[in-house]
């Protein structure tokens, strides 16, 4: 065989052959051209043919035959191209080489309280301005008077039960008749399922010096009593009471009914219903089918708090760990960053009651498995908002607050912080290894801010790695202008952000390649690609976008000795309550479903391997000499000795592979393929079809060090294939 190979890039090959009769058997040769003989094995080639020219590896693929096969034998030809798997990519892992090893962290999430993520998400209260705090302090909330009631309300503040909470309702019912009280209507309603327990709880005091009954009652969506409790004596001094409520039927929109039945005034602050079912079963836990998504993806970390939510639109309103630990009713409220954002889907109802703060997002990361990533303010407001600064002589509570976090997280129970955290009833560390300063900051101003955390942090905590922000885009001047100086400050991981067209994330999973391999490490911290645009509400969760990910996270993996980690954001979305799309995972108050782009990450997530593999991928060029959209990585898993080859097909036909696994001695004849494909790239998973785009798990068989593989028209596949190297 003359072979004459004319090299395109590094990684793309066209190859002209002088062929002759194959005379013997032989693995799946690895030139794209003999692999597609060899699959003709009903032909007996009496003659030498030659391929002048070969197009990208289709039924269209062009031949100019010796004439001696004259047009019957072309016929043949022809058919057997079309019917059949044509090996057109030629993969070629190096098993016996491994090159950079994956941080056991590379795949995470990214949680920000957007779309109700946390209040009305994935924190379960489901009394909504339970401490009557909003503006509008009976935001939420609604009176119910019955036949020939009568009474008043009013919002309080002069001796409250509880400081850092100084409002609070004084009910008065003066002529009670069948009914007179509040009610709650939670979240676009709450959820309550049938059998489950609600623990009702509230600050209570009466002011008449007599005893007080309170009935609490849940309202089904049709306004009729489900079920109710009784608090038999509202206490004469402000004390905290509570009550269980069994639900006798499920729910998404029932109501929190607080009524008396007789004259007198009741103060009440602090009104909880909460759910006794929580994942793990934590007090003041999570909700169970939310955070189990979050542990299916068995992340290597968690991002939090944000996100923009961490900057503030002002730097009052920036987000301050301290203020979201010790007892949930001393967390003081906080308007959320995306309340009013976006006019085309304001929500003026949103806030953060920081039930889910640092403490529980601690918790959460130990309960998954993740490594914590907590991202702290630098000193600047929102640079899309007010884009306010700190004085860069001010700053010092700002990284005070960075080292107090440190020891809250790791520290000795002897320290303040230390205590604080064994108080809340974890004693032993968090082991934090990572923080960031700032979140998606740019500019000189950024510059000087980020210098002097890190000039603090790492002289007493140089075992932490600090993460500092390139910009919101991933290659305008704010992006260059920041790595440039980034790069000469020695950072340790650079945060990089991009959402994008599908077009964009296919034409960028090479971007990497081209990084220097020494000096800041990437975290691709946010991104996901976007159907429309940026911002837009018509934006979808479909398998195009999926696949697009997809395609990246290969170019992400391949450079795994530059990019360490990587997280899709946003995490969530409550589906009548949201205000950016799309998101990982959808959900209501009694539902929930991932999205094709949360099984993407999770292929890769929890099929992540120790080490990467060399990998070559040989492909035909296409009409325009242009690369077809066929991508390919492999890495080892050490604990089962397996080879995962990762492989994205975005074309509209079955794309043939001939693979070779270099420098192992032996391979299980059979193999797994875990496959998420859908023939159309607009199908999405919804409430009524969560699976509609899901993985499916195979057996594959006939598998050697040289094989042959056909995957799917827009499939990602993963194959886990057992094929120990030589000397382990």
């Known amino acids: 065989m003359n072979m004459k190979r004319v090299a395109l890039n590094p990684k793309s090959e066209v190859v002209t052959t002088k062929h002759t009769k194959h005379t013997k058997a032989e693995p799946e040769p690895s030139c794209w051209p003999c692999a597609r003989v060899a699959r003709w094995k009903m032909m007996k080639w009496s003659q030498p043919f030659r391929v002048f020219r070969v197009f990208r590896g289709d039924s269209k693929s062009g031949f100019r035959l010796n004439p001696l096969l004259r047009r019957a034998q072309l016929g043949l030809l022809l058919f057997c191209s079309a019917a059949a798997w044509a090996a057109d990519v030629s993969i070629t892992v190096q098993a016996d080489r491994p090159g950079a090893k994956i941080n056991p962290a590379m795949w995470g999430v990214f949680f920000e309280d957007i779309n109700f993520g946390a209040d009305g998400g994935l ?23 019955g036949a020939d009631a009568a009474g008043s309300i009013e919002i309080r503040t002069n001796d409250p039960a509880l400081p850092a909470s100084p409002h609070y309702l004084r009910l008065k019912a003066d002529k009670p008749g069948s009914g007179f009280g509040m009610v709650n209507d939670g979240f676009r309603g709450m959820a309550v399922r049938a059998g489950e327990r609600y623990t009702f709880s509230a600050h209570l005091r009466s002011t008449d010096g007599t005893a007080l009954p309170v009935t609490v009652e849940l309202l089904g969506s049709d306004g009729k009593a489900m079920t109710q409790a009784r608090i038999a004596s509202a206490p004469s001094k402000w004390g905290k009471d509570h009550t269980t409520l069994t639900a006798p039927a499920s729910d998404p929109k029932a109501r929190l009914q607080i009524r008396l039945e007789q004259p007198g005034t009741l103060e009440l602050d602090a009104v909880s219903l909460f759910p006794e079912k929580t994942f793990k079963n934590r007090a003041n836990g999570l909700r169970a089918d939310l955070a189990q998504w979050l542990a299916d993806l068995k992340p290597g970390f968690m991002r939090f708090p944000g996100g923009c939510i961490v900057e503030g639109r002002h730097l009052p309103l920036r987000y301050q760990w301290k203020t979201t630990i010790g007892p949930v009713e001393e967390r003081r409220l906080l308007i959320n960053r995306w309340n009013d954002e976006f006019k085309h889907r304001p929500a003026p109802d949103y806030f953060q009651s920081f039930g889910l703060g640092f403490f529980e997002f601690f918790q959460l990361c130990e309960d998954i498995g993740a490594a914590p990533l907590p991202i702290l303010n630098c000193g600047m407001a929102c640079q899309f908002n007010s884009g306010e600064l700190v004085p860069l002589e001010e700053l010092d509570p700002f990284i005070k607050d960075a080292l107090d976090l440190i020891e809250f997280a790791n520290g000795s129970t002897n320290f303040a912080w230390g205590a604080k955290r064994a108080a809340m009833g974890h004693p032993a560390p968090f082991r934090m290894k990572v923080l960031g300063v700032g979140n998606e900051q740019w500019g000189p101003q950024y510059l000087e801010r980020y210098t002097k955390f890190a000039g603090i942090l790492k002289a007493r905590h140089p075992e932490i790695q600090l993460v500092s922000s390139a910009g919101p885009d991933p290659g305008d001047d704010r992006f260059r202008f920041l790595w440039e100086q980034l790069r000469a400050l020695k950072a340790d991981i650079v945060d990089e952000h991009c959402y994008a067209l599908p077009a964009w994330f296919l034409d960028n999973s090479a971007r990497y390649d081209r990084y220097p391999r020494t000096g800041p490490k990437v975290f691709m911290g946010e991104y996901a690609a976007q159907s429309v645009k940026t911002v837009s509400p018509s934006n979808r969760n479909n398998w195009e976008c999926a696949l697009a990910e997809a395609a990246y996270m290969i170019g992400l993996e391949r ?52 080490v990467l593999l060399p990998t070559r991928v040989m492909r035909a060029p296409i009409a325009g000499n242009r690369q077809p959209r066929f991508y390919a990585s492999a890495v080892r898993d050490a604990g089962t000795g397996e080879i995962i080859i990762k492989a994205v097909n975005a074309t509209a036909e079955p794309q043939g592979a001939a693979i070779r696994l270099n420098g192992v001695p032996q391979v299980g004849a059979e193999g797994k393929a875990v496959v998420l494909a859908s023939a159309n790239l607009a199908d999405e998973n919804s409430f009524n079809e969560p699976k509609k785009v899901a993985p499916v798990e195979e057996k594959i068989s006939g598998i050697a060090p040289a094989f042959r593989h056909v995957f799917k028209p827009h499939s990602l596949t993963v194959l886990r294939l057992s094929a120990p190297t030589s000397g382990r």
């Open 123 to 145: 924190y379960p209260e489901l009394v909504k301005n339970r401490g009557f705090e909003f503006p509008d302090g009976l935001m939420g909330w609604s009176q119910v008077r």
């Open 559 to 610: 450079n795994a000795d530059v990019v360490v980690m990587a997280s899709y954001a946003p995490l969530s979305a409550h589906a009548d309550a949201w205000q950016w799309t799309p998101n990982l995972i959808w959900f209501d108050n009694l539902r929930s479903y991932a999205t094709p782009s949360y099984y993407v990450q999770q292929a890769f997530s929890v099929n992540r391997g120790d």
